[in-house]
């Protein structure tokens, strides 16, 4: 019953550790190709976060298969316990005398270990299931989003918007919709849609005012009024920019071209 118990946390504690995995906010560090000096650094960024991934991966599927050979074996001594219940059941059936109290306290515990183990067995098949539907679920999205992403940096970007519009309507719950917005408001301005640039910008500092984005998208927001001529749009988003993260790299750029406004 104590090797059950533990392995039963074991398979709790595993559950708890993959929703972690799924539910902690899972920020991308992309930043919008706006120079060639920072390309390497982000590259080599992406890189190290994509190996820490795969090993973290690699370790909980790991320790999801130590949980299912535990499981087997559980099913293997479950087995065992059957037999020997039976066989004491067939030896008591075969005495000639009345059952005394001491046999039926027995059986009562025989048949209560023998639930004790089949509930223990289906809380750990639940526990299985739930985890791996849960890394799969997440293995998905993550390859919508990166699918959507790779065809906004080869420059195909009116399939990145449909994509990206595609990923918001289907998880727009998930943590990376965040990245999904900003970088469809980048899609929408690189095609020249600088009204609809503007108005998905907007709309991620309004969902999500303390997003990691937020900087990128108001520097982004400055970009999309210059480019349609509204110099005083493009000042007072830049202005705003330096007002709330004046440390941040956007805010940095945009005090500079801000200089240069009329």
């Not at 899972?26 to 919008?32: E, G, L, M, S, W």
């Not at 090993?55 to 059957?82: D, F, K, P, V």
């Not at 999500?208 to 990128?216: C, I, N, V």
Request: charged share 25%; hydrophobic share 40%.
């Amino acid at each position: 019953m104590n090797s059950s118990n533990l392995e039963l946390r074991h398979a709790f504690r595993l559950a708890a550790l993959l929703f972690g995995l799924v539910a902690a906010p899972c920020q991308a560090q992309d930043v919008p190709a706006l120079s060639d000096d920072t390309n390497a650094y982000q590259l080599l960024q992406l890189l190290n976060q994509n190996e820490a991934l795969s090993a973290e991966i690699s370790n909980l599927r790991g320790q999801i298969e130590e949980l299912l050979e535990g499981t087997r074996r559980a099913r293997q001594s479950q087995q065992e316990i059957a037999v020997d219940f039976d066989a004491r059941i067939a030896t008591l059936e075969a005495k000639p005398e009345v059952d005394t109290n001491e046999d039926k306290t027995r059986i009562a515990t025989l048949e209560s270990r023998v639930q004790q183990l089949e509930d223990a067995l289906t809380a750990m098949h639940e526990v299985v299931t739930t985890a791996m539907q849960a890394t799969v679920e997440a293995s998905t999205t993550e390859t919508i989003y990166e699918a959507a992403l790779e065809k906004y940096r080869a420059g195909e970007y009116e399939h990145a918007v449909l994509d990206f519009q595609a990923f918001l309507q289907l998880h727009g719950d998930d943590p990376l919709s965040q990245n999904a917005r900003y970088w469809l408001a980048e899609a929408l301005l690189r095609q020249g849609s600088y009204d609809n640039a503007i108005e998905t910008g907007v709309l991620l500092l309004i969902d999500h005012p303390d997003s990691q984005k937020a900087p990128d998208t108001m520097f982004l927001l400055g970009k999309a009024y210059l480019e349609k001529g509204d110099a005083s749009g493009a000042r007072g988003a830049w202005e705003d920019l330096v007002a709330t993260y004046p440390s941040s790299n956007p805010a940095t750029k945009a005090q500079a071209l801000l200089d240069q406004l009329p």
